[in-house]
């Protein structure tokens, strides 16, 4: 069995930087109150790590960058969002 590779991918969209990075899946841990989650890509934002999208190993940069500019969208852009 391999190490997990951390991977990490920066992406520019609509006149901003955004850091993302991966993780490799994580047990839940009842006592701490965190949930268990897949290998996962996330947002680093102020020190913070932003779960976006499960990581597909293996995946196009295409495909990935779509992905990230789709959620960035929703999550960041929005209406909706910027009022949260």
């Not at 997990?4 to 930087?17: A, F, G, M, P």
């Not at 955004?18 to 490799?24: A, T």
Request: hydrophobic share 35%; glycine share 4%.
């Amino acid at each position: 069995m391999g190490t997990y590779k951390v991977e990490q991918h920066r992406l520019s969209h609509q006149d901003r930087e955004f850091h993302f990075v991966s993780y490799d899946a994580r047990p839940a841990n009842e006592r701490r109150g965190e949930e268990a989650f897949p290998q996962m890509w996330f947002l680093m934002n102020a020190g913070r790590r932003i779960p976006v999208i499960p990581q597909t190993l293996g995946q196009e940069i295409e495909e990935l960058e779509s992905m990230f500019r789709d959620w960035l969208d929703e999550n960041v852009f929005s209406e909706t969002a910027q009022s949260a």
